[in-house]
C-alpha cells in the first residue's frame, strides 16, 4: 500500500471538470485509490466522493493506492495535483496548444456522474 501526502494546485479547487479528469484517470488502473482530507475518505473512482471532499487550492490530502498497479497509479495521481489539473478549463475556450486532457464534453460529464452515482449508491446499500 502507498500513503503519501499531496496538495492540490488549481485555483479554483477541486470542482466538476477536473474531478472528472481525475475519476477518468483512475478508473484506468486496477488499484482502490483513496483521497483522505481531514476525517473524510472518499473513493478516487467515485465522482460524487472526490466532489464531496470540498478540495481547495493547497489543501493538503493524503493518497492511498492499494492493488497490483499502486505505484503507477500514486505516480500518475500525483502528477494529476500538481501539474495536469491546474491547467483545466471548457472545452469551448480557445485552447491553442494545450493538451487534450482538459476537454471534456458534457455528453461525458453526464456519463462519469451517472457511473459515480451507481458507484456510491451501491457502497451505501
Known amino acids: 500500500m502507498i500513503n503519501k501526502e499531496i496538495r492540490l494546485n488549481n485555483k479554483l479547487g477541486l470542482h466538476a471538470r477536473p474531478a472528472s479528469v481525475l475519476v477518468q484517470k483512475a478508473e484506468e488502473f486496477?488499484?482502490?485509490?483513496?483521497?483522505?482530507?481531514?476525517?473524510?475518505?472518499?473513493n478516487v473512482k467515485s465522482i460524487l466522493g472526490?466532489?464531496?471532499?470540498?478540495?481547495?487550492?493547497?489543501?493538503?490530502?493524503?493518497?492511498?493506492?492499494?492493488?497490483?498497479?499502486?505505484?503507477?497509479?500514486?505516480?500518475?495521481?500525483?502528477?494529476?495535483?500538481?501539474?495536469?489539473?491546474?491547467?483545466?478549463s471548457y472545452c469551448n475556450d480557445n485552447q491553442g496548444d494545450k493538451e487534450q486532457i482538459d476537454c471534456i464534453s458534457p455528453d461525458e460529464m453526464m456519463k462519469m456522474l451517472g457511473s459515480g452515482m451507481k458507484k456510491n449508491l451501491s457502497e451505501v446499500g
Not at 486496477?30 to 472518499?42: E, P, Q
Not at 471532499?53 to 495521481?77: F, N
Open 30 to 42: 486496477s488499484s482502490t485509490i483513496k483521497l483522505i482530507k481531514g476525517d473524510k475518505v472518499a
Open 50 to 88: 472526490v466532489l464531496w471532499l470540498k478540495v481547495r487550492d493547497g489543501d493538503k490530502l493524503v493518497l492511498e493506492a492499494e492493488g497490483s498497479d499502486e505505484e503507477e497509479a500514486a505516480e500518475v495521481i500525483t502528477e494529476l495535483f500538481e501539474e495536469k489539473l491546474k491547467e483545466l
